[in-house]
């Protein structure tokens, strides 16, 4: 059974930064495109950011130039690296193995993100 854990979430001012981490446990995960998405309270989860296993990057516009994926096979881990944080980034951060649109794990719990203005 694949286990997805998401930390480093948190509260943050406006401008400021976090850096999110999600660790998956009971799959193979470094031939997997990984993604981090996003559900802001009454809206839908969204990709915000994906990373293939070869570490080619896409963005949605929201975060391009301000957000950072990354990832680091050795230890099953993804990263979100959040930089001028903007009170609509104020969601639940997920993070999934991707193909195409779909994504192939169970969901974890997510890490909250508030973002004060």
């Known amino acids: 059974q694949v286990q997805l854990v998401e930390s480093g979430g948190g509260l943050v001012q406006a401008g400021g930064s976090l850096r999110l981490s999600c660790t998956a446990s009971g799959s193979i995960f470094n031939n997997k495109a990984m993604g981090w998405y996003r559900q802001a309270p009454g809206k839908q989860r969204e990709l915000v950011a994906d990373?293939?296993?070869?570490?080619?990057?896409y963005y949605a516009d929201s975060v391009k130039g301000r957000f950072t994926i990354s990832r680091e096979n050795a230890k099953k881990t993804v990263y979100l690296q959040m930089n001028s944080l903007k009170p609509e980034d104020t969601a639940v951060y997920y993070c999934?193995?991707?193909?195409?649109?779909?994504?192939?794990?169970?969901w974890g719990r997510g890490t909250r993100v508030t973002v004060s203005p």
């Open positions: 990373i293939t296993s070869d570490g080619d990057t």
């Open positions: 999934n193995a991707k193909y195409l649109s779909n994504t192939l794990w169970p």
